[in-house]
């Protein structure tokens, strides 16, 4: 498996912890979970 190398990294809503998303799930608008707070984003 290749790691993905065009990402975004952007603050919780909830909580400001650093969040990292790929591309592709951003533009898919996969569903996400903040691993400090349990916050999930569209």
Same mark, same amino acid.
């Given at each position: 498996?290749?790691?993905?190398?065009?990402?975004?990294?952007?603050? %919780?809503?909830? !909580?400001?912890?650093?969040?990292?998303? %790929?591309?592709? %799930?951003?533009?898919?608008?996969?569903?996400?979970? !903040?691993?400090? !707070?349990?916050?999930?984003?569209?």
């Amino acid at each position: 498996m290749k790691a993905a190398e065009d990402f975004v990294t952007f603050p %919780c809503p909830e !909580c400001g912890e650093e969040i990292a998303r %790929c591309s592709r %799930c951003k533009k898919l608008s996969r569903e996400y979970d !903040c691993p400090e !707070c349990g916050f999930t984003g569209p």
